[in-house]
C-alpha cells in the first residue's frame, strides 16, 4: 500500500499553499529518501506563496515546495554507495546533468540543464523528500539543525562573498536580506577591514548588526559617503556585493567603489535595470553574476559554523510546519530573518 505524509503544496495555480496527504516518494536506483527535519523559507517560496508573475512562469502545480532543509537518510535506492541510512544530511537543491562543459569542468552552478528541488520537482517542505545521491550533502550531527537549515541560502551568501579576496579589504553589501546579513558575517569572520550593508527596512538592518558588521546603514537616511569618511574609507570599496535586486542600489554601488574594485552580483531584479556603463569602464570594474552555490561551498560552510561563525542571530521565527501559515506572513511582513519549520514533531 502506498506511504502517505503531510506535505506543503501549491495545489492550483494561484496564491496561497496547503498542508496535504501526499504519497511518500519512493527513491529509484542512485536515489536517496530523506526524512525531514528542518526547513527553512527562502525568499522564492515567498514568490510561490504570493503566486507573483515569476511564479506563473516557473511553477507547474500542484506541486510539493522548498528548498532549504535537513534531515536523515530514511532509505538508499538500488546501487547508492557512501551513504547510510541515519546518517545526517542536507542537499543540494540544482540537480545537475553532470555532461556539459560546466559540470564536467566542477562548475555545477551554471549547468544548462539544471533542475530545482522545490520549483522543477517535488520539494522539501514534507516529511520526507526525494533527491540524486549526488545530490546529497553530509552534515556533521554536532551542528544546530536550526542553521543547517538553511545553507542552501548560507551556500548563496558563502558564494557570493568568497568569490574575491577579503582579508583587509573594505565591503560594501547592497540589501539586507537574510542573504545579505549572513554575507555580512561571513565577510567579517573571512577578515575584512570594513563591511558595510545597506537597506531601508531598520529591523533587518538590526540584525546585520547582531551578525558584527560595522556599519547597517539606512539608505534612504544616511549618506554613504559620510559613512565611508567615518570609516576611513578614503579609495572606495574594494569588494561589492549586491544583494537587493534593486536598479538603485546597484547604481549607487558603482558609484563608491574603488577604481578597479570587483562586484559579484547575487540580486534578481523583477524588471531590467538601466546601468551607467561608462562607470564601469572608466572605474575598471569587473563584475561576476552569481547563481546558486558551488559544491565546494557545502564544505566552507560547516567549517566555518565550526571554526566559530555564528548564525544563530538570522532566525527570527521557530514554527512546528502545520503554522506554515505564520512563518509565510512574517516573511511577507519584511520584519523577518530566516523562519524554520520544524517538522519533528
Ligand atoms: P530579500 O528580498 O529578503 O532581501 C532584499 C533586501 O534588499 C530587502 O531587505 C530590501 O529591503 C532591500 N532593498 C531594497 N531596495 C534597496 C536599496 N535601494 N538599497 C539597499 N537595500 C535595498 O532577499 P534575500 O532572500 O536576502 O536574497 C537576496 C537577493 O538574492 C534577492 O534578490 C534574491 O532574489 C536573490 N537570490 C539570488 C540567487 C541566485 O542564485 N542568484 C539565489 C537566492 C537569492
Ligand atoms: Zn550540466
Known amino acids: 500500500m502506498e506511504r502517505m ?7 492550483v495555480a494561484g ?10 516518494p519512493v527513491p529509484g536506483p542512485g536515489e536517496v529518501l530523506i526524512k525531514i527535519h528542518k526547513t527553512a523559507i527562502c525568499g522564492t517560496d515567498v514568490h510561490i506563496y504570493n503566486w507573483d508573475p515569476w511564479a506563473t512562469q516557473h511553477i507547474k502545480p500542484p506541486m ?3 528548498h532549504e532543509y535537513v534531515g536523515e537518510i530514511a532509505e538508499l535506492g538500488a546501487g547508492v554507495k557512501g551513504l547510510e541510512v541515519g546518517q545526517r544530511v542536507s542537499g543540494e537543491g540544482h540537480i545537475t546533468c553532470g555532461h556539459c562543459r560546466n559540470c564536467h569542468n566542477g562548475d555545477i552552478q551554471w549547468c544548462k540543464d539544471t533542475v530545482s528541488v522545490g520549483v522543477d520537482r517535488d520539494g522539501a517542505f514534507a516529511e520526507y523528500v526525494c533527491i540524486p545521491a549526488h545530490n546529497v550533502i553530509k552534515i556533521d550531527p554536532q551542528l544546530d539543525e536550526d542553521v543547517v537549515a538553511f545553507f542552501d541560502a548560507f551556500g548563496n551568501a558563502t558564494h557570493t562573498a568568497l568569490r574575491w579576496d577579503l582579508v583587509g579589504e573594505d565591503v560594501i553589501i547592497t540589501g539586507a536580506g537574510p542573504i545579505g546579513i549572513i554575507a555580512g558575517g561571513i565577510c567579517k569572520y573571512a577578515g575584512a577591514r570594513r563591511v558595510v550593508i545597506t537597506d531601508v527596512n531598520e529591523y533587518r538592518l538590526d540584525l546585520a548588526r547582531r551578525l558584527g558588521v560595522d556599519r547597517a546603514v ?4 544616511e549618506d554613504l559617503h559620510d559613512v565611508m569618511k567615518d570609516l576611513s574609507i578614503v579609495e572606495g570599496f574594494d569588494v561589492g556585493l549586491e544583494m537587493s535586486g534593486n536598479g ?13 574594485g570587483k562586484i559579484s552580483l547575487l540580486g534578481i531584479s523583477n524588471v531590467p535595470v538601466a546601468i551607467d556603463m561608462n562607470e564601469i ?3 575598471g570594474l569587473t563584475l561576476q553574476g552569481i547563481y546558486g552555490r558551488r559544491m565546494d561551498n557545502w564544505h566552507q560552510m560547516s567549517y566555518m559554523v565550526q571554526g566559530g561563525l555564528d548564525l544563530t542571530p538570522v532566525i527570527t521565527h521557530r514554527f512546528n510546519y502545520k503554522d506554515f501559515e505564520k512563518g509565510f506572513a512574517a516573511m511577507n511582513s519584511g520584519m523577518s530573518g530566516k523562519v524554520v519549520l520544524d517538522w519533528t514533531k
Open 5 to 11: 505524509m503531510d506535505a506543503i503544496v501549491k495545489p
Open 15 to 24: 496564491p496561497g499553499l496547503e498542508l496535504r496527504r501526499v504519497p511518500v
Open 64 to 66: 510539493t515546495i522548498g
Open 218 to 221: 539606512n539608505i534612504s537616511k
Open 248 to 260: 538603485a542600489a546597484l547604481n549607487q554601488m558603482f558609484s563608491v567603489m574603488r577604481n578597479g
Open 281 to 283: 569602464i572608466g572605474r
